[in-house]
């Protein structure tokens, strides 16, 4: 039997949180509902849940410094959800390590499959990767450890960025188009592809140490797409 994944829904609305858990409960996951900000990160130390849906406004204080908190620590995947639907509070959630993100008002459905799709990619075994490592010059990625290592330290990378450096260093050399990392890294109907890829390459690349004004590892064919550096170009 595999085991049930844990929840942890930190929204202080009771008509969202509850509906939501009983819907969540229904499809098989353990839910605990935090009320507040300091309830969320004190449950999220004492559970380690699989993933978090996070509320953006919480009475103690706004859920993406609560985003922050947890990602100063973990990698655990974070939905957040909003009542705001302007641009700039989607990026900002991604640009912070968030998931994926969802407006309210959302349907319980729709939520479910969204965190099914976002635990789908984590657990997900990508094709032949049975011991499998890819690199090219100093960066490289392990698929079955999911440890990534720029110049042999670790680097901390959110699912998305994991996924977005997977699909580059597999083409490694060569270009990716925009369209195709889109829909390789998102769904394709994802709403904000082409900011947020711009938003996820952007914390890639700075994760990684790479000037965008003179790439070493991330090139730019503006308006095309993107291509990393071959192993050859990245030789010392
Ligand atoms: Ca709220």
Not at 29 to 57: C, K, N, R, Y
Not at 160 to 184: I, M, N, P, Q, T
Not at 210 to 222: E, F, L, M, N
Request: avoid cysteine; glycine fraction near 8%.
């Amino acid at each position: 039997m595999v085991s049930r994944k844990k929840v942890l829904v930190i929204e202080d609305e009771r008509p969202i949180a509850e509906p939501l858990a009983d819907a969540l409960r229904r499809e098989g996951f353990d839910v605990h509902i935090a009320a507040t900000a300091a309830e969320g990160l004190e449950a999220f130390s004492a559970q380690a849940p699989d993933i978090v849906l996070l509320d953006v406004m919480l009475p103690d204080g706004d859920g993406r410094d609560v985003l922050r908190q947890i990602r100063q620590a973990s990698r655990t995947p974070v939905v957040m959800v909003s009542a705001r639907g302007e641009e700039m509070d989607r990026v900002l959630g991604l640009e912070l390590g968030a998931d994926d993100y969802v407006t309210k008002p959302f349907s319980a459905a729709e939520l479910v499959a969204r965190m099914r799709a976002v635990l789908r990619r984590i657990t997900a075994e990508p094709a032949g990767a049975s011991g499998g490592v890819l690199a090219s010059g100093d960066v490289a990625m392990n698929l079955d450890t999911r440890l990534v290592t720029h110049d042999g330290k670790a680097v901390e990378l959110t699912v998305k960025e994991f996924e977005l450096l997977r699909v580059l260093l597999e083409s490694a050399g060569r270009l990716v188009k925009r369209d195709d990392l889109v829909s390789e890294v998102w769904d394709p109907n994802w709403f904000g592809s082409t900011k947020t890829l711009d938003v996820h390459v952007s914390s890639l690349r700075k994760k990684l140490g790479d000037d965008p004004a003179s790439p070493r590892y991330i090139h730019t064919v503006r308006g095309v797409g993107f291509r990393f550096s071959s192993a050859d170009e990245l030789q010392p």
